[in-house]
């Protein structure tokens, strides 16, 4: 089963951009859609994006569609999530898992990315 390890996070003002990461370690299949979540403090954990391995899908949360663009590089095994226009809001843990449907937890929680945005 691959194992996914998320890096990139830090801390950013409103209105700026970061990209987070997530890799892969052991084989990813065509079936595996890579979703993306969040923890906000106090808060659920909540699906953010995704995108299919295999093709040029893309799903997104009403809340980050048009800010966020997720996108994937098949030779490094990383899929990207591109965030600008940040809020506060956003403020968050965020991981990615690897499943067969969208917005579904497969393979297990990784440490997760801390994502702060300042207002």
């Known amino acids: 089963q691959a194992q996914l390890a998320e890096s990139g996070g830090g801390l950013v003002q409103a209105g700026g951009s970061l990209t987070v990461s997530c890799v892969a370690s052991?084989?990813?299949?065509?079936?595996?859609?890579i979703n993306w979540f969040r923890q906000p403090p106090g808060k659920e954990r909540e699906f953010v994006a995704g995108?299919?391995?295999?093709?040029?899908?893309?799903y997104y949360a009403a809340s980050v569609k048009g800010r966020f663009t997720i996108s994937k590089d098949k030779a490094k095994n990383t899929v990207y999530l591109q965030m600008s226009s940040l809020k506060p809001e956003d403020t968050a843990v965020y991981y990615c898992?690897?499943?067969?449907?969208?917005?579904?937890?497969?393979?297990?929680w990784g440490q997760g990315t801390q994502v702060t945005v300042s207002s």
């Open positions: 898992s690897a499943s067969i449907n969208i917005g579904e937890r497969g393979t297990p």
């Open positions: 052991g084989r990813l299949y065509s079936s595996h859609i």
């Open positions: 995108i299919r391995w295999s093709d040029t899908r893309t």
